[in-house]
């Protein structure tokens, strides 16, 4: 049997409890207005908090009219004490090494298959080699030979590494690694 409003009722008359039945609950606009002012508030404190990250790694950067051999001894140094943020933002994006393969030990993996170098300490930093675009593929760099310690590089087993060569190109914001290893 159905009332007259279309709902279905009991032999006894009465509703049969479906959701359409039951009183709906209200929510009232200060709720809304809270749990919408909480999520803004949320927000902007997240971006602010990545803008100062962001900030404090450029102030720890050299400045783009600084020379490759300067990049490289901060990217050292920045390596040595695993100052990922620094390792990261000194590789060039869209380079051979990427900026996830930057040196910085001690990351958390994220596969099994994670190659992150471990650069213990360094010594006897090379003369600059530059390399013209015509004999580099196409990209013009500066490589720096320097005598590496080193664990977990793939293909090496820990210790020193003779010569391993950093390769810079030049970018908008000053030497950037491009390259690395030997040859």
Known sequence: MLAPEGNP??????????????????????????????????????????????????????????TSEQVLRTYLRAAETHDCAVTEALTAAHAPVSPDQAWCGHRQPTSWFDEHPDLLAHRDIGTVER????????????????????????????????GWQFCFRHTTDGWRLYDQGYG
Request: proline letters at 8%; hydrophobic letters at 40%.
């Open 131 to 162: 390399r013209p675009a015509d004999e580099n593929g196409g990209v013009a760099v500066q490589c720096i030979p320097v005598d590496v310690t080193q664990t977990n590089t793939t293909g090496d087993d820990p210790g020193t590494l003779a």
């Open 9 to 66: 009722t009991s032999a006894a008359g009465g509703t049969t409890g479906t959701e359409d039945d039951r009183p709906r609950r209200r929510v009232r606009p200060t709720v809304l207005v809270a749990a919408a002012a909480l999520a803004v508030v949320g927000t902007a404190v997240g971006t602010g908090v990545h803008l100062e990250h962001a900030a404090a790694v450029a102030r720890r950067l050299p400045p783009a009219s600084a």
